[in-house]
């Protein structure tokens, strides 16, 4: 038998060599992760040593009783399933903010940001990671969404074939608009325009019965350029080109206005189209283009009747040029937004708080609040217990639904829902919106665009484009306010010269090169109308 010295050694030796071959049995399953692991450890516990970093942008709008864009009911909601310290960003100021704490070394495991550009640039600077591996191994709802909606994965996709961005999906939503005033066409005895020609003669029949008014803004939302598929990069003949034959078609046209009298003499010096909107709330437009959202649509359409009691609009298609007939723009239907940080040390963490920020029961969550403490469900509809309640502690919960289902509730449709048909004036809203939604969510006059989805542009293509897009914008309104002493000809030779002293053809190359390598993998204009929302 052992004495008790013996023993106690015994044990000892024991002990530590269970703790090497349990140390020993890790590095094995660590090594051996991806032939063991792979799609199977979505419900895995995390080996989370601390909290995972995860951007937050900080618009001023939270409640100062609630608490702040990095700690409020929220952040404390979301805690209670993974770990998160949230690094507040000033919204406008962003990429620099961010930009600096990647400097620093300090970058955020998880950076969610709608600038296309910042993202495509990290990408290239190889601050972000691939996130194929962690969606495989982690992921339960964000992979339930990567196979339903592919194009989620192909915008996500970069050039070396690896997927690098998270994004949401939202559905289609209008986000601009031509209104016509309808009262005044019946009064003038005219239907509504099919073409740009139309348009004209019924704009100049506006004015010239009111010579105060105007027959269309060109500060604002430029529908014109819409229509005449001025959108700088078009395929002719199976090749992406630069477009001038469109461009001095829509300066062509303003010009026309311009010279006609038919528009604000001062159009160019309202920046933000400001003017333009307050000059049609008083009823002095015959046709406006707007941009904006269901709500704002709403709001503006009471004040026009207010001061213009029997005012009536109508939104119309946007009429036909000899380029062909185009709708006006409306939101990303996919939009990407979120990419891991090359230096983030727990991506199962992170694909945790991905797949809880993207399942469909927390985009309703942070839709509609708590159930019981937000709202109650009245024959399947969710139904606002405290308006006030609601305001304060759910409605700015917008930048919390950057990734993931969103699509689940309509923004545009909810709003929709949500009018009181049998109100007059809701109904009439409800019917104009309805019209909004089948006129231009519709292949059949699709947005000019060749994508809504450009490619990011390496930095010496993008300084090239940044330093020539002001002074060329400069040369079409000068010849559009110029009078007889400027023509569109010459200013079209003009941006031609200056392009090209820009070093343009290596951007036309740029383009020309990508189309070549990527017109049958990349989502184009005609891919996003038979999206299963």
């Not at 300066?251 to 933000?272: E, I, P, W």
């Amino acid at each position: 038998m052992l004495n008790n010295r013996l023993k106690k050694s015994f044990v000892v030796m024991l002990g530590l060599l269970l703790a090497v071959s349990l140390v020993l049995a890790g590095c094995s399953s660590n090594n051996n992760n991806d032939s063991k692991t792979s799609g199977n450890d979505a419900e895995a516990p995390a080996k989370q040593l601390k909290p995972i970093t995860v951007t937050m942008y900080d618009r001023g709008n939270i409640p100062p009783e609630i608490g702040t864009a990095e700690k409020n009911l929220w952040t404390d909601w979301v805690n209670e399933t993974v770990k998160v310290d949230y690094v507040p960003v000033p919204r406008w100021e962003s990429v620099q903010k961010l930009n600096a704490l990647l400097a620093a070394g300090d970058g955020p495991d998880l950076i969610l940001d709608y600038d296309g550009a910042f993202r495509n640039q990290l990408y290239l600077q190889k601050q972000i990671m691939p996130i194929d591996d962690m969606i495989e191994q982690y992921s339960v709802d964000y992979k339930k969404l990567l196979d339903e909606f592919p194009l989620l994965r192909q915008l996500g996709t970069k050039a070396d074939g690896k997927l690098y961005e998270f994004g949401r999906l939202l559905g289609y939503i209008p986000g601009a608009y031509l209104f016509i005033r309808q009262d005044q066409l019946d009064s003038l005895g005219m239907q509504v325009p099919a073409t740009m020609e139309d348009a004209y003669e019924v704009m100049k029949a506006f004015v010239d019965k009111n010579p105060d008014a105007y027959g269309t803004n060109l500060s604002g939302y430029g529908w014109m350029d819409t229509a005449f598929q001025n959108t700088t990069w078009i395929i002719d003949n199976g090749e992406m080109v630069r477009d001038w034959d469109r461009v001095a078609a829509a300066t062509s046209y303003k010009k026309r206005l311009f010279d006609g009298g038919l528009v604000d003499k001062d159009f160019l010096t309202d920046k933000n189209g400001e003017k333009a909107l307050q000059d049609f709330l008083q009823g002095k437009t015959m046709m406006f283009g707007y941009m904006g959202n269901a709500v704002q649509v709403y709001n503006n359409y009471e004040i026009l009747k207010q001061n213009n009691p029997n005012a009536k609009l109508a939104v119309i298609a946007l009429p036909s040029s000899e380029f062909g007939q185009f709708s006006p723009f409306f939101n990303d239907p996919v939009q990407m937004t979120g990419v891991v940080n090359a230096k983030a040390d727990d991506p199962q963490s992170i694909m945790k708080f991905v797949d809880l920020m993207s399942s469909e029961a927390t985009a309703h969550t942070l839709k509609y609040g708590l159930e019981g403490v937000h709202y109650k469900l009245e024959d399947g509809k969710e139904v606002t217990l405290d308006q006030e309640k609601y305001e304060k502690e759910v409605s700015w919960l917008g930048d919390f639904r950057m990734l993931g289902a969103q699509h689940i509730i309509n923004e545009f449709s909810k709003y929709m829902d949500d009018l009181d048909q049998s109100d007059p004036f809701d109904k009439e809203v409800y019917d104009m919106l309805n019209q909004a939604y089948q006129l231009y969510i519709n292949k059949d006059r699709p947005l000019p665009e060749v994508t809504k989805y450009m490619p990011g542009l390496p930095e010496d293509i993008q300084f090239i484009v940044s330093n020539a897009s002001e002074p060329i914008s400069d040369l079409w309104s000068k010849a559009i306010v110029g009078g007889g002493k400027a023509n569109v000809e010459k200013a079209v030779e003009d941006a031609k010269s200056l392009w090209s002293k820009s070093n343009g053809q290596k951007v036309e190359d740029f383009y020309a090169n990508w189309y070549k390598e990527n017109k049958d993998t990349w989502v184009f204009t005609k891919d996003i109308y038979d999206m299963n929302f």
